[in-house]
């Protein structure tokens, strides 16, 4: 069974400039996340899909950030304008049903944001 | 305060030792209690899963939750080098929304 896919792996740009990051979920799994891994924390819910509608964007700074599901599946994650604090890992996840009773999300390898 | 805390390490500890790592939390809501493992340069991956307060066994792995103290722990028995990895510990109310620990690096040295 293929994971779940990220890209692009690396990206450096300067503040204030755009970034787009895609993500590929398992096949059949109607929960995609968003999280955000500052070095040395924990990742931090940006925002979280149920098919292709939003179920929670509480945490998302919706100023700068966007995100979509189109059709169910892929996602894309955008930041517009980037600022130095952005600096990250950005993780994808997906689960069958909302990880329900299980705990159990699915993580791409993420894609590593360096905003200088 | 934090929702979890989380000592961040590193743990560096002997081939064959038994590693103890642990989080707490200041929400008594936390239903459920998780344990997540993340190779450098890798996304976490779910280690241990438990329901409310009790033991869990799993091979070499055993978590622990008491939320009486609100303290969970994991127990690596006969570590080996390839558990070298940064351990976070993640909690959720009644739905998917996981908050997670700052993580805790351990290295096992050969």
């Known amino acids: 069974e293929a994971g779940v896919a990220q890209s692009p792996r690396y990206k450096i740009i300067e503040k204030r400039q755009s970034v787009a990051f895609w993500c590929n979920p398992i096949?059949?799994?109607?929960?995609l996340y968003w999280y955000q891994q500052i070095l040395g924390q924990g990742p931090k819910l940006l925002i979280q899909?149920?098919?292709?509608?939003?179920?929670?964007d509480s945490q998302l700074p919706k100023d700068r950030f966007s995100a979509e599901r189109l059709k169910g599946v892929d996602s894309t994650l955008k930041i517009q304008p980037a600022k130095l604090e952005d600096s990250a890992v950005y993780l994808c996840?997906?689960?069958?049903?909302?990880?329900?009773?299980?705990?159990?999300?699915?993580f791409g390898e993420g894609s590593r944001l360096t905003v200088l | 305060q934090k929702e979890v805390e989380q000592d961040p390490g590193p743990l560096s500890v002997p081939e064959g030792a038994i590693v103890s790592l642990n989080c707490t939390y200041s929400?008594?809501?936390?239903?459920?209690f998780m344990w997540y493992r993340q190779y450098s340069r890798k996304g976490p991956e779910l280690l241990m899963y438990?329901?409310?307060?009790g033991n869990k066994e799993d091979g070499r792995f055993t978590a622990q939750v008491d939320k009486s103290s609100k303290y969970i722990s994991l127990f690596i028995r006969d570590s080996q080098p390839s558990d070298s990895a940064t351990y976070l510990c993640?909690?959720?109310?009644?739905?998917?929304?996981?908050?997670f620990g700052t993580g805790t690096r351990l290295q096992v040295f050969p």
């Open positions: 096949s059949g799994h109607a929960t």
């Open positions: 929400n008594s809501a936390f239903q459920y």
């Open positions: 996840a997906s689960s069958l049903d909302r990880g329900r009773n299980t705990g159990e999300l699915f």
């Open positions: 438990t329901y409310s307060s």
């Open positions: 993640a909690m959720s109310y009644n739905t998917d929304k996981l908050i």
């Open positions: 899909f149920q098919n292709n509608g939003v179920v929670d």
